[in-house]
């Protein structure tokens, strides 16, 4: 099992850019992707980034590519979600995840084994 705790959220004005964290412990950091994932209450919670065990791959939702960058520091046990660019829409709790193995499949909450408590993020127009 791996404990997710989460950091960065807030509130920031469309245009602007915050930096999420998620701090992972114990299995081996290195040894499995990471995904974030947001939520808007009614509805699921939706992909929005993943990169594998290594860092060497990255997966976006194609809405969030160019204005989100997903990275990990192995060495800090930590992954980092770069937001610019934010828009009223991407207002969301964000959940940092932690995958069951080394690369995404489905890029779905089905690849991920443990989840963050959440971190809000409103973006105000």
């Known amino acids: 099992q791996v404990q997710l705790v989460e950091s960065g959220g807030g509130l920031v004005q469309a245009g602007g850019s915050l930096r999420l964290s998620c701090v992972a412990s114990?299995?081996?950091?290195?040894?499995?992707?990471m995904g974030w994932f947001r939520q808007v209450p009614g509805k699921e919670r939706e992909f929005v980034a993943g990169?594998?065990?290594?860092?060497?791959?990255?997966y976006y939702v194609d809405s969030m590519k160019g204005r989100f960058t997903i990275s990990r520091d192995n060495a800090k046990n930590t992954v980092y979600l770069q937001m610019n660019s934010l828009k009223p829409e991407d207002t969301a709790v964000y959940y940092c995840a932690a995958g069951i193995a080394g690369y995404l499949k489905y890029r779905l909450p089905v690849d991920f084994g443990s989840w963050g408590q959440g971190t809000q993020v409103t973006v105000s127009s």
């Open positions: 990169i594998n065990w290594s860092g060497e791959f990255t």
């Open positions: 114990g299995r081996p950091f290195g040894s499995y992707a």
